[in-house]
Structures are given as C-alpha cells and as structure tokens.
C-alpha cells in the first residue's frame, strides 16, 4: 500500500479512550482539545496533559481540556489529520517532540514536511547525556572524543534507539562536533534505554547516549559517570556537577522537549491566543510543581522563536541524516 494512501485513510479517525472515532466526531465548538498522536500512556499523553491540567488548574481555560488518543505512524496520523481534516481548527493542539522533528527531517511524515503546520511553543524537556560506567576510562568528554578519533572504531555507542533515532542522532552529533564522521561510529542498538544502560553497566557497551531523567538513580548508586549533560547550560538538582558538551568544547545540545502545534489554517490572533496562554502557563510557580511532578526541565519558546527553533532543527537533522545517507 502506498505510504500517502495508508497515511490519508487513517487520517480521518481519532481515538477517544480506546476507541476509534470518524473525523466529524470531533469536539464541540469552543471546547479546547489536545491531540496525543500515540496510544495512552506514553509521552505524547503526557504532553497532553501537562497542558491539560496545567491550563486548568491555572485558570487559563474555563474549562477541561479533552485529550484524544491518535496512534498511528509514529505521529504521521495525527500530522495528516491536523493538516487534512482540521487545518483552522482554532481549539485543538497536538502534541510534538524533538521525536517528531527527527521524523520529519527522515520525511516520515509523507507529503508533509516541517512548514505544513504552525509551531505553538515548548513548556518542558529532558536533556540527552553522554554516559560511561563508574570504571571507564574517560573522565571528561575530552577524553572519549581525543580517543575516538584516534580509534573510532574500537569504542562502541549503544542505546535504545536504531540508527536515525534520537539517541543515535545524540551520538552523532557528538562525534560531528569532534571532527569524526558519524560513519564511522560504532554503534549497537537495543530495544529501550534499559536494555542499553544494563549493556553499559554489563560492559557490552562503552559509552551509553541517554536521558538526564533516566540516570537519576544511577548517579545515586554511582554506578555511571555522566560525561556531558547535552544541555545549553547546567541544569540544578542532582545533576547540577554535571558539566555540558559546550563547556568541554564541543558545541551539542538536545533538548527532548515537549511542545504543541496547530493546523496550518488557523488564524493570526486564534494562534497568538495560545502562544499567551503558554507563555502565562510557564511563568506559573504552580506550573513549575506540575513541570517537575513529570520529571521535565524548564524550557520556554514560544510563537515565532520556536516556530524558527524547530525548522532549524529538522534541517539540522536532515543534514546529517542525508549524510549517512538515511534519507533518500
């Protein structure tokens, strides 16, 4: 079946509790929706319900916002529907992640592309991390990128990602900063980050490219060394010792953040309407309980600035998957 067929006949149907609805059963006017493009449970639903709850218990929406479920490739389903079905639906947002820009810089997303919709804005994100077992040789990131070129292919990556995942992107990115080919990295995939981090720590694997979030309890044990937190700047709390890949000289960042869009009809004053509440929601000490309460970091960009932030990205990542020559 063709993949744009396959993505333009599940693009009229939503998944409310479980259950699969047609496109016209959709919200009754004037009531605020969110659009989780996966089945309950995951981050997508989280997304969803941070801005739910969030924009409730803050007063910025008068009323419960609905959260509808919309699984289906990989986010590609509920993209074709926003853009197909409700492209000026001024009440309804969709859930997205730097998950969904990598999908779309690996053109995942069938005829659509990053331009097709309007960005709204981040309200949180973890942050990746370059990690090492408590015996490893490198204390720095200095250390493993001077090694790793000199002998790129002795030292092995892993993590919970195939090639052209995120985490594979996060090693990538790493060696590129370094002067070494992403070719050139040895790397091995697992089935989720805990398979990886076991693989670490089993020294089946050299270097792990993880999630802030996930290590807590590991730097605890002291059982990892977290050589780069892939953050703009240091974050606080348990990993406030943790240096960033830019202060060690290499310019990477990742932020795994957690944002909304909305289809590509919707008007001026509808869309800045959201871009508001957003930026009122983020400044509110309450909000800032809900944020950690869900393991997420503080990130706000909002309207134009991350409209601009997340085209950047996808070109970014296009970039360097056509040249390992994942894209066609």
Known sequence: MN??????????????????MTGGAQAQSGTP??????????GYDLTCRLAAQGLQETGLIDQQMMVRYMPGGIGAVAYNHVIGVRPDDANLIVAASTG?????????????GVDDVRWLGALGADYGAIVVGAD??????????????????????????????QDWMKA?????????KPKSLRYVAFEGGGAAL?????????????????LKPRLADGDVRVLAALSEERVGG???????????GYDVQWPIWRGYYVGPEVSDADYQAWVDKLKKL???????????????????????????????????????????????
Not at 12 to 17: K, Q
Not at 33 to 42: D, F, N, V
Not at 137 to 165: A, C, H, R, Y
Request: charged fraction near 25%; aromatic fraction near 10%; hydrophobic fraction near 45%.
């Open 282 to 328: 983020a400044d509110s000490p309450k909000f800032a309980e809900l944020r950690a309460a869900r393991g997420l970091f503080p990130m706000a960009r909002f309207g134009d600035s991350f409209d601009d932030y997340v085209k950047e990205q996808v070109g970014e990542f296009k970039a360097l998957a056509d040249e390992v020559g994942l894209t066609q």
């Open 33 to 42: 929706e969110c659009i989780a493009p996966a089945k309950p449970g995951g």
């Open 136 to 165: 490893a040789p490198w204390q720095n990131l200095d250390e493993l990128m001077q090694d790793l070129k000199s002998e790129p292919g002795e030292i092995v990556f892993g993590s919970g990602g195939t090639i052209g995942s």
């Open 198 to 214: 076991a693989a670490l720590l089993g020294d089946h694997i050299d270097v792990f490219t993880g999630d802030l979030a996930e």
């Open 172 to 180: 990538a990115l790493t060696a590129k900063a370094a002067g070494i």
């Open 100 to 112: 969904a820009a990598v999908n779309l810089a690996l053109g995942k997303f069938g005829e659509y």
């Open 238 to 248: 348990p990993f406030a010792d943790i240096p960033t890949a830019k202060e060690q």
């Open 3 to 20: 993949i744009n067929t396959g993505f333009r006949r599940w693009s009229a149907l939503a998944v409310i509790g479980g259950m699969f």
